[in-house]
């Protein structure tokens, strides 16, 4: 079969995540170009984030179209076929230019929000909103990859103890282990914020356990004043970022009041350069290599417990020996024994932490393993597929637009160096060209019916 699925040809390589592989595809049944995400993980999950994400529909939102299984022997990969998001993610346009003006911050913060309440409206949360999942496009945001979306209320560690997210934009009470909320998502919708007005982390750090040492026990940073800067925006972003998630505001109202602010706020001089001001909070830029390294979706096993303990212990002490804080890569898992997992949907933050104890800050100690992340440790398949199809896809003749897969190689300017900020380029749009040449994959068992979603594009915002 030279196809996936009967009718998917399989290009270029466009990015990795910290589980998948997503590739420029091309459906031909419907003429058009997608995106095919192949995960390292289980298919039962994946088919569990495919139907997550299928029930959403949104202009700011990458839709998904199907799911499929390339089996090999014993092996399954799963696969997510979606809508092709041409454009680069916020994550590589801050590292290509740097900060960026406030009203395109607000912009973007308004399209994210909207993106975000419409699945909050659903009582999903989406657990891992980091600027690689934020795709900026010629015609407004697509927030991508809702694959650990969960159902609000649920528990922030799953059943076989992981907690899922990126420690640098997990909300406090998610890092304490407590069910997720759409408040969880709000707060790094505010951390979005300060990076994107910035151009730095608001929590950098080049290791997990860097990370969690910069954030024991502190508050967000505050934002540097930045010129003409309007207070309501710098009101939002400190109520995003609030520690207790009852004081944030809910994404529908953050993108409300970002729009009203971007169109409101008086115009300020537009080719002046934002200018950054010395402030006790300002951060510094992390490197290239730490942007790529912490973006990686970490799992961190552990009860809440244990993780509150990390928290607590500014040198991460860890059990093999080797590692220390410095020295291992943010998709590291710590691990602990299993907290009881609990399902309860609400909309609304809990009122008081569902888990045994708020961090005790600084007496505690604990020897954790830390190990690189490979797959969800949560439901143990008995198969877990480690590679992608053996025979590889040649890429599309065309090139569909510019892989943002590439680790950004310009460094990121520091926040108190003004930052010039150019308006957007345009990334070109791929043409619906097919690759060229026709892929051979193995032989491919696609779950659902391929007729796939119909819903094909997404408006322009
Ligand atoms: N629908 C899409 N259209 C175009 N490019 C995409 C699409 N989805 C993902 N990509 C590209 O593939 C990259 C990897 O995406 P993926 O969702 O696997 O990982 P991630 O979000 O970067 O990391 P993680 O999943 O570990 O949080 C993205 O950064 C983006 O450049």
């Known amino acids: 079969m030279d196809r996936l699925a009967g009718r998917y040809r399989v290009g270029e390589v466009l990015g990795h995540g910290g589980n998948a592989t ?25 088919l569990r984030e495919a139907r997550t994400a299928a029930g959403l529909s949104h202009p700011n939102i990458a839709q998904v179209y199907d799911y499929g299984e390339i089996v090999e022997g014993d092996e399954r990969t799963p696969y997510l076929v979606m809508e092709f998001v041409g454009g680069e993610t916020l994550a590589d346009r801050l590292a290509r230019t ?39 496009t010629p015609d407004g945001v697509k927030v991508l990859d809702f694959g650990i979306a969960a159902v609000a209320g649920q528990h922030g560690i799953d059943a076989g103890g992981a907690l899922w997210g990126s420690p640098a934009y997990l909300a406090p009470e998610q890092l304490r282990g407590e069910p997720s909320f759409p408040a969880g998502d709000v707060y790094a919708l505010g951390l979005l914020l300060f990076e994107s007005l910035t151009g730095s982390r608001a929590w950098p750090g080049e290791t997990i356990g860097a990370i969690l040492a910069t954030r024991h026990g502190r508050p967000a940073p505050r934002l540097p004043r930045l010129a003409a ?35 409101t706020a008086p115009l300020s001089r537009p080719a002046t350069p934002i200018r950054t001001v010395l402030s006790p909070h300002t951060v510094a830029a992390a490197s290239p290599a730490t942007r790529r390294r912490s973006r990686r979706r970490t799992a961190v096993l552990g009860s809440a417990a244990v993780v509150t303990a990390i928290l607590g212990i500014v040198g991460v002490q860890l059990s093999n020996g080797t590692v220390t804080p410095g020295g291992r890569e943010a998709e590291a898992a710590v691990e602990a024994p299993q907290p009881p997992a609990s399902l309860s949907p609400s909309t609304s933050p809990p009122a008081s932490p569902t888990t045994s104890a708020r961090p005790r800050r600084h007496t505690e100690t604990t020897t954790t393993t830390v190990r690189r992340k490979t797959a969800p440790p949560t439901t143990a398949p008995t198969t877990v597929p480690t590679s992608a199809p053996t025979t590889q896809p040649t890429a599309p003749a065309t090139k569909p637009a510019p892989p943002s897969s590439p680790p950004p190689t310009t460094p990121r300017p520091q926040p108190t160096t003004p930052s010039p900020t150019p308006d957007d380029p345009k990334p070109t749009d791929p043409k619906p060209t097919e690759p060229t040449t026709p892929v051979t994959t193995p032989p491919t068992q696609t779950t659902p019916p391929t007729t796939g979603d119909t819903d094909t594009d997404a408006a322009a915002v």
């Open 98 to 136: 740097g900060a960026l003006r406030w009203r395109r911050v607000a912009e973007i913060g308004a399209q994210t929000a909207g993106a975000l309440a419409a699945a909050h409206a659903q009582s999903l949360v989406h657990r891992d909103v980091h600027p690689r999942n934020i795709m900026l």
């Open 229 to 263: 800067l309007p207070r309501e925006l710098v009101r939002l972003y400190e109520a995003c970022t609030a520690d207790d998630p009852t004081g944030r505001p809910t994404a529908a109202e953050v993108s409300e009041t970002l729009r009203r602010v971007g169109y």
């Open 22 to 46: 997503v590739r420029y595809g091309f459906d031909t049944v419907l003429k058009r170009p997608v995106a095919i995400k192949m995960f390292d993980g289980s298919a039962a999950e994946v």
